[in-house]
């Protein structure tokens, strides 16, 4: 849901007199929306009284509270700080990250948002509120950033985090077009996960952004079938291999299977892969039972083919990239969990 600026100052003005409200000695004597201060224009201005004391704030109200966001505000109220030096500042967004709230609060500015958090400290009125869940979440945030074709973006991105980036150059390595290059860049930007310069803009926070990406929990959104194998795992494993390997059908195995080979103390019960086509006659080959429990074998076929992004092959098997088995695995209760957190140590990192 899209909340817009005006409708923001409304709530932002409930939204700071009712926390206001929760300080028996101070009054709260007006609040004025578009005031002048000196060569500005302050979103609101209110008027207070603390314990006898007249007090000024000075606020600052966005539609987002990303942190690039809170960053260009918080620099905003202190040019109005220039010019009333004794008035305290805030910044109001409908939700406001902690790391948003760490921005105020290094530079000594109050913070509220429409969510519950808040943090305002002056005179002897301290109010905090952390922890409270973002009720203007809009799908259309996340689905800039993890649509399929924004995921082809995120793929390179993290295979090459320290590579300063055209647009047109990873318009070409995503194979994507250049708006939807220049829609995850923004996103990104607002989240102040890349840094820019003259010569492109280059991933700065990539685990940062890699843990955003895994919360989102895309597994089951590939099409997945089930089968039984007579074979050991080393030998269907490498049937499978060969056969799409001679067929030029394009695959790579995830999850335990690949994890196993990134990590060989991993043990599992079923191996894995991601498949381009599954066809009637390449199961037959295969010898390969489908079945609706006990599957030792899960053929997947992507919702994306940027799924097969930095694949390689190890020991004549191909898998799916470090980053992508991670996120297959984060999410598996358990084991899962383990084998993703050791590919994040050893294989991930050290490559960022």
Not at 40 to 65: H, I, M, P, Q, S
Not at 216 to 227: A, E, G, S, V
Request: charged share 30%; with cysteine; aromatic share 8%.
């Amino acid at each position: 849901m899209k909340i817009l600026q005006e409708e923001v100052k409304a709530k932002a003005e409930d939204a700071l007199r009712l926390c206001l409200k929760k300080v028996p000695f101070l009054s709260l004597e007006s609040v004025k929306s578009e005031q002048s201060i000196g060569k500005y224009l302050a979103d609101l201005v209110t008027k207070l009284t603390v314990a006898g004391k007249e007090r000024t704030f000075l606020v600052e109200v966005k539609t987002n509270g990303q942190p690039k966001i809170a960053r260009d505000a918080v620099n905003q109220l202190l040019l109005y700080r220039e010019e009333l030096p004794k008035a305290y500042c805030v910044f109001i967004a409908p939700y406001i990250s902690c790391a948003s709230a760490d921005i105020c609060e290094s530079e000594g500015v109050g913070y509220l948002d429409l969510s519950g958090n808040c943090r305002l400290s002056f005179d002897n009125v301290y109010i905090e509120q952390r922890g409270k869940p973002n009720k203007f979440a809009t799908k259309r945030d996340l689905g800039t950033l993890y649509s399929p074709k924004a995921e082809r973006v995120l793929r390179v991105l993290l295979a090459n985090p320290s590579r300063t980036w055209k647009i047109k150059e990873l318009e070409d390595e995503a194979d994507v077009s250049l708006g939807q290059v220049a829609n995850v860049k923004k996103v990104l930007a607002n989240r102040e996960w890349i840094q820019k310069d003259k010569l492109g803009f280059r991933l700065t926070q990539p685990e940062k952004l890699l843990r955003e990406w895994a919360e989102q929990d895309n597994y089951r959104k590939n099409t997945i079938t089930d089968f039984y194998s007579l074979k050991s795992f080393v030998d269907i494993e490498a049937d499978i291999a060969e056969l799409l390997d001679k067929e030029d059908i394009r695959y790579a195995f995830t999850g335990f299977s690949a994890a196993a080979r990134l990590s060989p103390a991993v043990r599992y019960n079923r191996a894995t892969v991601y498949v381009e086509d599954i066809k009637d006659d390449l199961i037959a080959d295969l010898g390969l039972k489908p079945v609706p429990s006990g599957a030792n074998v899960s053929l997947l076929v992507p919702y994306d083919a940027g799924l097969f992004y930095g694949a390689s092959k190890v020991d004549g098997i191909r898998i799916a990239s470090a980053v992508q088995v991670y996120l297959d695995l984060v999410n598996v209760k358990g084991r899962g969990q383990e084998a993703a957190s050791t590919i994040l140590e050893n294989t991930i990192r050290p490559q960022w």
